[in-house]
T-cell receptor, first 116, second 111 residues
Framework: EPEVTQTPSHQVTQMGQEVILRCVPI?????FYWYRQILGQKVEFLVS????????KSEIFDDQFSVERPDGSNFTLKIRSTKLEDSAMYFC??????????????FGSGTQLSVL | TQLLEQSPQFLSIQEGENLTVYCNSS?????LQWYRQEPGEGPVLLVT?????EVKKLKRLTFQFGDARKDSSLHITAAQPGDTGLYLC???????????FGTGTKLQVIP
């Protein structure tokens, strides 16, 4: 089965530093998402992205966050100035289309971000 | 804010027992999904239910969508140790099919 690939698997950074989390969605997919999961808590929606623009974002996704699809294959999440509370597992997800209700959403294995 | 509450939060049972996990929301969703998540991995889709009252079976797992499309249940018959994991319900809504996850149920099946 095709896979969503995320790198790195672990990222440690100092508070206030910028981080970029990278994802390679499945090649023919058109809709892209970032989610995060703080340890012991539920998976939370951050942002959805389609046709090179944000289609929806949550209240978590403030001005410190940005997403980009720089080259047609990568999908990145940037956190401009990390805070301690940004420590979480970040999941990228993609799907081919949204016109069918049971179109499968594929998740990557995640990047564990630790902010010290 | 759309909230999905799952119960129970934790469940530890013996191999061979049956169990039911519930997922409840005050919001109506266009469809509801169940995922399973292993430690250090992303959620993996098990099933999507679309129609109110719909029942789907996946081997020993039976999924039901409530008539009002606000709640769902997952029933596992004769649980196996391989069923151990975190089970997440998720509501799908909006034109871009945003997935909102529930609070999760951690299942442990003891051999």
């Amino acid at each position: 089965e095709p896979e969503v690939t995320q790198t790195p698997s672990h990222q440690v950074t100092q508070m206030g530093q910028e981080v970029i989390l990278r994802c390679v969605p499945i090649s023919n997919h058109l809709y892209f998402y970032w989610y995060r999961q703080i340890l012991g808590q539920k998976v939370e929606f951050l942002v959805s992205f389609y046709n090179n623009e944000i289609s929806e974002k949550s209240e978590i996704f403030d001005d410190q966050f940005s997403v980009e699809r720089p080259d047609g294959s990568n999908f990145t999440l940037k956190i401009r100035s990390t805070k301690l509370e940004d420590s979480a597992m970040y999941f990228c997800a993609s799907r081919y289309r949204v016109s069918r209700a049971n179109e499968k959403l594929f998740f990557g294995s995640g990047t564990q971000l630790s902010v010290l | 804010t759309q909230l999905l509450e799952q119960s129970p939060q934790f469940l530890s049972i013996q191999e061979g027992e049956n169990l039911t996990v519930y997922c409840n929301s005050s919001s109506v969703f266009s469809s509801l999904q169940w995922y399973r998540q292993e430690p250090g991995e992303g959620p993996v889709l098990l099933v999507t239910v679309v129609t109110g009252g719909e029942v789907k079976k996946l081997k020993r797992l039976t999924f039901q969508f409530g008539d009002a499309r606000k709640d769902s249940s997952l029933h596992i018959t004769a649980a196996q140790p391989g069923d151990t994991g975190l089970y997440l319900c998720a509501g799908v809504s909006g034109g871009y099919q945003k997935v909102t996850f529930g609070t999760g149920t951690k299942l442990q099946v003891i051999p």
